[in-house]
């Protein structure tokens, strides 16, 4: 399963999960045993890149009383303003810390497989005007 598909089952879920557990662990090959990452808080900000934090971690409402789920912060102390991809909200605690988590790594690895990709088409292109 690639990230894309992790991330959209996470944002999908209502609980966390051995299935979603291993999901997330096979992102960054697979050890046993498997943390409960989709299931425990202190195991979902084991998936926190070097120098992230959490920055707020809270329970959202529906302005009538009712708990509607859980929003993640996640910040890095080296930079003023929070993006995006570090933000997200989810069913529980450990799923909403490893949405934004996940989301983290997809941002850092999406300039790795642009470069990849325009250095591949390069080198076709290389070879065909040779």
């Known amino acids: 399963m690639d990230i894309a598909k992790v991330i959209a089952a996470l944002a999908d879920a209502d609980e966390g999960s051995e299935y979603l557990d291993y999901a997330i662990q096979r992102q960054f090959g697979l050890k046993k045993p498997v943390p409960p990452y989709s299931r425990s808080v202190d195991a979902a900000m084991l998936l926190f890149p070097d120098g992230w934090s959490i ?76």
């Open 55 to 130: 920055h707020r971690l809270c329970r959202r409402h529906d302005c009538r009383g009712n708990f509607t789920g859980w929003l993640a912060e996640l910040y890095r102390a080296s930079e003023a303003i929070i993006e995006y991809p570090a933000t997200a909200t989810g069913a529980t605690a450990p799923l909403a810390i490893c949405l934004a988590a996940m989301r983290i790594h997809e941002a850092r690895l999406a300039p790795a497989e642009a470069s990849d990709s325009a250095a591949r088409s390069e080198s076709d292109a290389s070879r065909q005007s040779a």
